[in-house]
């Protein structure tokens, strides 16, 4: 076999090892699964730095000066593909002692990959996958390589397209691999750095606001428990030095703030339950936390809105967009610009760094995370994401309960039962809440304490329970007087109504 050929097998494969576990390891550390240093050849090279000795670590300062560390990139790819074509000319001859020796230099980037600090057991994944991957390629391509010697051009064009098709795939996936994980790994950072400056309005949540029910929805929901509704496919890895949000449009001035300016205003405390359009009667696109944030009304104060405009269009970086009422973001209400969410920086997937959150509002009309624009403009002459989609222009949050326990279908002892759950009308306030039992007399239920007319409040009716089936319906009335209505149609276009109705099974 060629000896031209048969390195560059050797190569090819090395190539595909070292792009497979570097595109793996970078959508790991973009998903936040990987807490180390997933791919192989940071891992080395990392290993390597750790234990440099000084006089060689001088020289390299002196000889590179800042570009010390891409030059070990560069001396360590040199090292690897050397080795590598080693590797493919062996292997024309001995197929077995090659792959054992592939399989030794995929298992010291394993090595190097498990000892970096911080490393957790998924971080030596990548390395793996990406070693099998190129031991796959060693043997096609030494097949089609043998094959190709004596055969006809069609296969020595087979051989030479497989080897130059896997270089650039592995190069291609190397190159993502390395932008998303470099990417996610300065975002991890920035938003480690953040720290909150305390409110000027702290919120206070009563012990009243908890029933104390089991099974019933928490009054706040943690960060991790909380539900997570966006377009995005990958989630949006921004740093704070990089941020920025611009008001523009119908504005007397255009206005940019960033990420440090925002941090000196004066920051609000609010508790909002934020919900989704999307969420069915009884269902659990629903969530209640304590948000901290700088009013969106101060900032579009600063622009000037002109007269006219009647909508606030707001885009987060990877081009969603929702279309607020203007009147919604300007009047009193704890409309904010979020930067936190239970005294946390804003998780990643809620909106890191920063969101929109409007009290009374179903997040499509409002809550863009990510935001990094706000256009002023009208309804008449722009149109959100979801409006072209089937979805409402306008979406007030509509006057909604659920019965959190028992849960349906469940099987209860006879005597008393608890039957609670939470009720919400953002921005208006719940005043009672009903409970029925197989069509009888509606029964109020105890309601717990309302810290925030903004936010969902537990309630619960104890309930003689007596042997047999039977339904549980709920309905809630808000501080306007509405009463919960009946009548049933699904989430599209503006949200989903009707009474939730469970059946439970008495012993
Ligand atoms: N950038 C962006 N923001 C978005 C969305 C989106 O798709 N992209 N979805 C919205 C919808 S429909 C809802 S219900 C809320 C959900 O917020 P959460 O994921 O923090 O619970 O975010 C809103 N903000
Ligand atoms: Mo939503």
Excluded at 73 to 99: D, E, K, P, S
Excluded at 213 to 240: C, E, H, M, S, W
Excluded at 474 to 487: E, F, M, N, P, S
Aim: hydrophobic share 45%; charged share 15%; with cysteine.
């Amino acid at each position: 076999m060629k000896r031209s050929w048969s390195a560059s097998v050797g190569m090819a494969a090395g190539a595909l090892t070292v792009g497979v576990a570097t595109l793996l390891a970078g959508l790991m550390t973009q998903m936040g699964l990987a807490a180390g240093t997933p791919s192989p050849l940071f891992a080395v090279g990392g290993a390597f730095v750790d234990r440099t000795p000084p006089w060689l670590k001088d020289f390299a300062v002196a000889t590179f000066g800042t570009y010390d560390k891409a030059a070990l990139i560069v001396g360590m790819t040199l090292v690897l593909t050397v080795v590598c074509a080693v590797i493919g000319i062996v292997g024309a001859r001995r197929r077995t002692a090659a792959m054992v020796a592939f399989e030794v230099v995929g298992a010291i980037g394993m090595l190097a990959v498990a000892t970096r600090p911080h490393s957790g057991t998924l971080d030596i994944l990548p390395t793996l996958i990406g070693t099998a991957a190129g031991l796959w390629v060693l043997s096609t391509l030494w097949q089609r390589a043998a094959k190709a010697e004596h055969g006809t051009p069609v296969d020595r064009r087979r051989f030479l397209l497989g080897a130059a098709g896997v270089t650039v795939v592995a190069l291609a996936a190397a190159t993502v691999g390395q932008v998303l994980g470099q990417r996610a790994g300065q975002a991890v950072q920035s938003r480690a750095a953040v720290r909150l400056p305390k409110a000027a309005t702290p919120v206070v949540i009563s012990a009243g606001a908890q029933l104390g029910v089991k099974g019933i929805t928490p009054y706040i929901v943690d960060n991790a428990d909380f539900y997570r509704i966006d377009t995005a496919l990958v989630v949006p890895q921004l740093d704070t030095a990089g941020w920025s949000l611009k008001v523009h449009g119908m504005v007397d001035r255009e206005v940019t703030i960033d990420w440090a300016t925002l941090l000196t205003k004066p920051m609000q405390n609010a508790l909002i339950t934020l919900t989704c359009v999307s969420n069915e009667v009884g269902g659990d696109l629903t969530g209640n936390a304590v948000w901290s944030g700088w009013p969106v009304r101060e900032l579009l104060k600063m622009a000037g809105p002109k007269p006219g405009a009647d909508m606030v269009l707001s885009t987060s970086s990877d081009g969603w967009t929702a279309g607020t009422p203007l009147s919604a973001l300007t009047d009193d209400r704890n409309a904010l610009l979020a930067m936190a969410m239970n005294g946390q920086p804003l998780p990643f997937e809620h909106g890191f760094p920063v969101r929109l959150v409007v009290p009374g509002l179903y997040g499509f009309v409002s809550a863009t995370k990510w935001v990094t624009s706000l256009k002023v403009t009208t309804f008449a002459d722009d149109q959100a994401y979801w409006t072209p989609r089937g979805w409402s222009e306008r979406g007030p949050v509509k006057t909604e309960s659920r019965i959190d326990v028992p849960r349906a279908g469940d099987r209860v002892s006879a005597g008393k039962v608890a039957v609670a759950g939470i009720a919400w009308a953002q921005h208006r306030g719940i005043v009672a809440v009903q409970v029925r039992v197989d069509n009888g007399e509606w029964q109020p239920a105890r309601l717990a304490d309302e810290p925030s007319i903004d936010s969902w409040r537990q309630w619960v009716l104890e309930w003689q329970a007596v042997k047999g089936n039977h339904t549980i319906t709920v309905r809630a009335i808000d501080a306007k007087g509405v009463v919960q209505t009946q009548t049933e149609a699904p989430p599209a276009p503006d949200g989903a109504t009707g009474w939730h109705t469970i059946t439970v099974n008495v012993e």
